[in-house]
């Protein structure tokens, strides 16, 4: 992308760009994250690079159980107009199978790759100019809400708890005799979700039916930007013999028990 001539340039958009209205979030730009990255000087240099990632699956043709999901990186830096060019979307991987691919494995290489492209960098030649020490992060991804929860290690958004941003329990609200809907009731005051030591949650996972994360290559709750909680396990607390009931991600029936 970098040897095409004035692509550089227009990785300076975010330094160069007007707001429309102070204090709306127009781009990626205007979001905590992204703020974050300037601030703590990552983003502030020209040269470093802030992507995010998405992928879908699509079946190869009617009744087909195989299906191929691709995976997509696209810079932030650019203009949305830029963005979203065909020449300037990176195809990165790409997962074919019978099954929804297994987020920490399809996504491992890159992780991997950006680890070092965080920590390195890469040197890449330019159509326009010398060539530059390059650094980059995924800062955000995107799919849809079934593979968001799976990826998130959470209960499916149709379940008592499963709003990402806070702990109040769903209810079905049926619209009629035949349909109903999954509703979270609306409540003055909210018990947001935090980050609290993985240690204190087994408890809180039995009474409230919950789930608790191992590691994963995609989302971090605390930003560490690399390595970070992913669904391997979860645990139940088990209180007639004060053990932990612990549960593989291949297998949920029968659980595997430790002091």
Same mark, same amino acid.
């Given at each position: 992308?970098?040897?095409?001539?004035?692509?550089?340039?227009?990785?300076?958009?975010?330094?160069?760009?007007?707001?429309?209205?102070? =204090?709306?979030?127009?781009?990626?730009?205007? =979001?905590?994250?992204?703020?974050?990255?300037?601030?703590?000087?990552?983003?502030?240099?020209?040269?470093?690079? =802030?992507?995010?990632?998405?992928?879908? =699956?699509?079946?190869?043709?009617?009744?087909?159980?195989?299906?191929?999901?691709?995976?997509?990186?696209?810079?932030?830096?650019?203009?949305?107009?830029?963005?979203?060019?065909?020449?300037?979307?990176?195809?990165?991987?790409?997962?074919?199978?019978?099954?929804?691919?297994?987020?920490?494995?399809?996504?491992?290489?890159?992780?991997?790759?950006?680890?070092?492209?965080?920590?390195?960098?890469?040197?890449?030649?330019?159509?326009?100019?010398?060539?530059?020490?390059?650094?980059?992060?995924?800062?955000?991804?995107?799919?849809?809400?079934?593979?968001?929860?799976?990826?998130?290690?959470?209960?499916?958004?149709?379940?008592?708890?499963?709003?990402?941003?806070?702990?109040?329990?769903?209810?079905?609200?049926?619209?009629?005799?035949?349909?109903?809907?999954?509703?979270?009731?609306?409540?003055?005051?909210?018990?947001?979700?935090?980050?609290?030591?993985?240690?204190?949650?087994?408890?809180?996972?039995?009474?409230?039916?919950?789930?608790?994360?191992?590691?994963?290559?995609?989302?971090?709750?605390?930003?560490?930007?690399?390595?970070?909680?992913?669904?391997?396990?979860?645990?139940?607390?088990?209180?007639?013999?004060?053990?932990?009931?612990?549960?593989?991600?291949?297998?949920?029936?029968?659980?595997?028990?430790?002091?």
């Amino acid at each position: 992308m970098l040897k095409r001539p004035g692509c550089y340039d227009l990785l300076q958009y975010r330094f160069q760009r007007t707001k429309r209205v102070d =204090g709306n979030i127009e781009d990626a730009f205007d =979001g905590e994250i992204y703020h974050e990255q300037l601030q703590n000087g990552f983003l502030a240099n020209a040269h470093n690079m =802030g992507f995010m990632w998405y992928t879908d =699956g699509i079946s190869l043709y009617k009744s087909s159980n195989f299906s191929m999901w691709p995976i997509f990186l696209v810079s932030n830096e650019l203009s949305y107009k830029e963005r979203i060019r065909k020449e300037n979307i990176i195809f990165a991987g790409i997962w074919f199978g019978a099954t929804e691919p297994n987020p920490n494995v399809s996504l491992e290489p890159l992780n991997n790759n950006f680890d070092l492209l965080k920590k390195e960098g890469h040197i890449f030649e330019r159509a326009d100019g010398p060539p530059i020490l390059v650094h980059a992060k995924i800062l955000l991804g995107t799919r849809d809400l079934q593979a968001k929860c799976r990826c998130m290690c959470f209960r499916q958004w149709n379940c008592y708890f499963g709003c990402l941003k806070c702990l109040i329990r769903g209810q079905r609200f049926f619209m009629n005799e035949r349909s109903s809907i999954h509703v979270y009731p609306y409540s003055v005051n909210i018990d947001l979700r935090q980050c609290c030591p993985t240690s204190s949650l087994p408890r809180a996972t039995f009474a409230l039916d919950n789930v608790v994360a191992g590691r994963t290559h995609i989302l971090s709750a605390n930003r560490g930007w690399g390595k970070v909680h992913f669904l391997l396990f979860y645990l139940k607390f088990n209180e007639s013999n004060e053990r932990f009931d612990v549960y593989s991600l291949t297998s949920r029936r029968e659980p595997q028990r430790v002091q």
